[in-house]
């Protein structure tokens, strides 16, 4: 189970150095660049940890799936970005696709 808690750990890290890319304005600002580094180096270190145990497909559908789906959320309370209805149906259809990995394809490494 523990593999799944460094998949997690992973994406937060992920969605924190995406997020703060923005506030970093081109690696111009000093704070936001070293969260940046941050993020992704802890993101990086936790895949690699994760992926001892869960095939890099899933990983990786469930990494880019949340991390969308959770930098949409914070483009949105944080840069004020607008969906339409086709964004949220897209945002939607990649979740769906990572939850159909997961719970219904038999490549499960669980």
Known sequence: MSHWIYLGIAIIGEVIGTSALKFSEGFTKLVPSLVVVLGYSIAFYFLALAL????????YAVWAGLGIALVTLI?????????????????????SG???LNLLAKTNGS
């Open 52 to 59: 001892k145990q869960i095939p890099v497909g899933i990983a």
């Open 75 to 95: 483009a949105w309370v944080l840069y004020g970005q607008k969906l339409d209805v086709w964004g949220f149906v897209g945002i939607g259809l990649i979740v």
């Open 98 to 100: 990572v939850a159909v």
